[in-house]
């Protein structure tokens, strides 16, 4: 695993940005894995400048997101098919119909996983998966569970993610219980893997998730495992790592 320090949100922003423009300019046919929360917002700016400025062509590019609340419409402002609009694919000349996210308001829940799962995997698998971490270590919604849940599903949200994603709403009982999430199959089938962390409020887990035991308490540990893991955070996200996992990065 690779650990890029990064001086704060900003940096951090635009050398993730840079990492997801290397693989379309080189692949412009690429699979793209996203995700929603306040990490990648920054770096999805970042795209859209260097878009705007003609170096980058999303033509061809698919992007298949990590998850949706359940019960939410796509118009719902606080849906993750709104804000992956508003923050990105509105600004780009990506397709719509190149843009997958799970379908909050499917009535059959099982039908629903299984259609997200053939389209991840018709598309061929994704090649470049970004990443955030929730403060109790979830990836997409993978919450803390007793295993890795393999294919997408939908999982009851824990308190403390309900409590963390409560700011963006205007009151926690709007938050919902409920939401559709990539497995971890696609995500560690990705070729590569980005993830981003920013802020001291993120130190403990990044130190637990990437210098800890592979537990699915922690279900952002198993990227250790993966032979492709760019982790890029500030000084502030790293801050609690040890020496011996540090490697070199923020000296
Ligand atoms: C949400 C999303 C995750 C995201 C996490 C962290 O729960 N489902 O995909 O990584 O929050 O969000 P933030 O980047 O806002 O800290």
């Known amino acids: 695993m690779k650990i ?26 690429s699979i793209l894995g996203l995700a929603t929360g306040s990490s990648p917002i920054g770096t999805y700016q970042t795209l859209i400048e260097w878009y705007h400025q003609g170096y980058l062509d999303f033509s061809e590019v698919h992007a ?29 000349n990506i397709k719509a119909e190149n843009t997958h996210i799970p379908n909050g308001m499917a009535v059959d829940e099982e039908a629903e996983c299984i259609r997200y799962d053939n389209i991840i995997d018709q598309l061929g698998g994704i090649d470049l998966q970004l990443l955030g971490i929730g403060h109790n270590g979830h990836i997409g919604f993978n919450e803390p569970a007793e ?21 963006l709403f205007e009151q926690i009982e709007e938050v919902p219980r409920f939401a ?30 990437f210098c800890e035991a592979v537990t699915p308490s922690v279900p952002a540990s198993i990227l250790q495992l993966h032979p492709d893991v760019t982790l890029v ?3 502030d996200a790293l801050k609690d790592l040890g020496d011996g996992c540090r490697k070199g990065c923020c000296d």
């Open 233 to 235: 955070a500030d000084a």
């Open 4 to 29: 890029l320090c990064e001086k704060d949100y900003r940096s951090m922003s635009k050398r993730a940005a840079s990492i997801i423009a290397a693989q379309i300019v080189s692949h412009p046919k």
């Open 64 to 92: 298949v997101n990590l998850d949706e609340y359940k019960g939410l419409t796509p118009h719902n402002p606080q849906s993750y098919a709104y804000f992956m609009r508003e923050n990105l694919f509105d600004q780009i």
């Open 147 to 167: 295993v890795f849940e393999k294919d997408t599903h939908c999982i009851s949200l824990s308190e403390s993610t309900i409590a963390a994603n409560s700011r």
């Open 180 to 209: 559709y999430t990539m497995g971890i199959r696609p995500i560690m089938q990705a070729k590569k893997i980005l993830i981003i962390a920013s802020g001291s409020a993120k130190a403990e887990i990044v130190r637990k998730a």
